[in-house]
């Protein structure tokens, strides 16, 4: 069902407006991923993902959740380090820490 029309008369409107949708989206995308994986996670320790899992993100050293910066720095590792986490399945860890945990000193834990 066609719910509405829109005719243009100029090209140059519609790449206009098309320009304009596609940097809308992609505000939105950056908003809701700077206030899920850095605010949220590095606030409370769990992202929308996580609190679905019943997991949790918190520091090594403190036990307490990273804060924004700490959850922005893993990551930009995790991006990183992904080749190398595979090499690391290897290795016969109980923490099963990714790369970008053992640089930035974070565990991820099961919610109790």
């Known amino acids: 069902m066609l719910l509405f029309t829109v005719t243009f008369t ?58 924004p910066k700490m959850a922005f720095i893993r990551d930009r590792y995790i991006r990183r380090g992904s080749i190398l986490d595979l090499m690391a399945m290897m290795r016969n860890d109980e923490w099963r820490q990714t790369y970008a945990d053992r640089v930035v000193g974070t565990y991820v834990i099961v919610d109790q």
């Not at 596609?22 to 908003?31: D, E, Q």
């Not at 769990?46 to 609190?51: L, N, T, V």
């Open 10 to 67: 100029s090209g140059t409107t519609q790449i206009l407006i098309l320009t304009t949708v596609i940097a809308v989206m992609l505000l939105a995308f950056v908003g809701l991923t700077a206030y899920n994986r850095w605010y949220l996670s590095g606030r409370t320790g769990q992202s929308w993902g996580r609190k679905a899992m019943g997991i949790r993100l918190v520091s090594a050293q403190t036990g307490q959740p990273i804060g």
